[in-house]
């Protein structure tokens, strides 16, 4: 957790974290307190309802106390055109699942999820089918590692 005094409260509970993409929706799960995130599932749809269903499962299922969206940035932390849509994803999410929304920075996440794979040789068509439950692993892991970037309550 961050150590200035301007960093926001951190909840205690179940949390889920996704990493957002138009395409894939990686989702990771973990407890603030253990502070240790696990990759849970990879969300596909044709719609954005199909995969707003999918995440409504995974809700039920895990009962988390709030979300994390990771928001893509360039490196040195501008936002781009994914940021607006990592931001109108986390939005809808707060919108049907009344849950708040923090936002982590997702900066180097994929890069991060692709070496743990590597290193596990995990390789081709099984490698694409985690990366974005890792990287949303990731994206969580750095939230209880060092914080929010902002919080959205909807």
Not at 61 to 84: C, F, I, N, R, S
Request: proline share 4%; hydrophobic share 45%; aromatic share 10%.
């Amino acid at each position: 957790m961050p150590d200035s005094e301007n960093s926001l409260y951190l909840p205690m509970g179940c949390a889920l974290a996704f990493d957002f993409g138009e395409t894939r929706i990686g989702v990771a799960q973990g407890n603030r307190e253990i502070a240790i995130a696990h990759p849970i599932a990879t969300i596909t749809g044709q719609s954005n309802e199909e995969k707003l269903i999918a995440i409504a499962r995974l809700i039920t299922q895990w009962q988390p106390e709030y979300l994390v969206v990771g928001l893509p940035v360039h490196a040195d932390g501008t936002e781009h055109e994914v940021t607006a849509l990592a931001r109108k994803f986390g939005h809808r999410l707060n919108a049907r699942f009344r849950l708040p929304i923090y936002w982590a920075d997702e900066r180097f996440s994929s890069l991060y999820a692709e070496e743990l794979l590597k290193q596990a040789q995990v390789f081709g068509k099984k490698n694409k089918a985690v990366l974005d439950q890792v990287a949303a692993q990731a994206i969580l892991q750095s939230f209880f590692d060092n914080g929010a970037i902002g919080v959205f309550m909807g």
